[in-house]
């Protein structure tokens, strides 16, 4: 079993090519090594392996529980496997600002108590131009905090909603479109640290964040940006360049994401299945 798989370190702090063929993925033994290296590496990059959507669904059965689409959920034959398919070619208003909305550092599952362990993505079309992904490391970035600043970040709560990152795309929304950010995710309140059962401790911030409780709006909106600018420096960070059949799957508790901006001829599809989360933000 040994020699089925290999990983490779991409940075210091984040990432790891991994070696394997498609039908090993599954194989015993397989999906736990993709869990410790996951832990230890927070990304994990499969170049060009080519895995079948079946294949993928399986992967990510073996690695937990998968998790369907809900919000994402567009009635395709992807979607009713598992998957959700992410491209600009959308017709739906709601399904095409999900897309957009990638290209802001976020944490996926924010919207929930318990987000998602892991999320993994694979590339069926690469984009002819932008549209590469971006991931930064959070538990990193709380690591190489200075000890005053994390002391001051205990015991505060943000709320996280839809309307924080539609008013990026859409900063005059009218009514009709806060009441549909607010009936997909309203605004949902979390400890601002999150200390997570393996000892490590990630900020609970990103695009989705719109205030923090205990300061004014200004202060908290001023806090956020700092937080996101720290986390996202080059020292915590990881660009993804897609290639045809790359997946990628990462550790979403413990990170930031972001896709690169890209216009619909760009003809960027990705499919992303979503391993089902068992902790509670707190």
Not at 52 to 70: I, N, R, W, Y
Request: charged share 25%; hydrophobic share 35%; aromatic share 8%.
């Amino acid at each position: 079993m040994a020699g089925k798989i290999r990983f490779e370190p991409i940075t210091e702090n984040l990432g790891a090519y991994v070696h394997v063929a498609p039908e090993d993925t599954v194989a015993e033994g397989i999906p736990d090594k993709i869990l410790d290296a996951l832990t230890r590496y927070g990304v994990l990059v499969f170049p060009r392996i080519n895995l079948s959507d079946e294949q993928m669904v399986a992967l990510t059965g073996a690695l937990g529980q998968l998790e369907k689409p809900v919000a994402t959920a567009d009635g395709s034959e992807q979607s009713v496997k598992g998957i959700y398919r992410i491209s600009l070619d959308k017709a739906d208003k709601s399904q095409r600002e999900y897309v957009v909305g990638n290209n802001w550092w976020h944490m996926d599952g924010t919207s929930y108590d318990i987000p998602g362990k892991a999320t993994l993505l694979k590339c069926e079309h690469p984009p002819s131009s932008g549209g590469d992904t971006e991931f930064a490391h959070l538990f990193a970035a709380w690591e190489a905090m200075p000890e005053a600043r994390k002391k001051q970040l205990e015991g505060l709560h943000v709320v996280h909603c839809l309307e924080a990152v539609g008013r990026k795309m859409n900063p005059d929304p009218s009514e009709d479109d806060l009441e549909r950010w607010h009936r997909v995710f309203p605004p949902t309140e979390h400890p601002l640290v999150w200390h997570q059962q393996s000892g490590r401790t990630s900020l609970v911030i990103g695009s989705t964040a719109w205030a923090i409780r205990e300061m004014s709006d200004a202060d908290g909106k001023a806090l956020l940006d700092e937080l996101v600018a720290y986390c996202t420096g080059d020292d915590f960070t990881y660009r993804h360049h897609w290639q045809q059949g790359d997946l990628v799957i990462f550790n979403n508790p413990g990170l930031l994401h972001r896709s690169h901006p890209y216009g619909e001829e760009a003809g960027r599809v990705m499919h992303r299945t979503t391993v089902k989360g068992s902790e509670t933000i707190s």
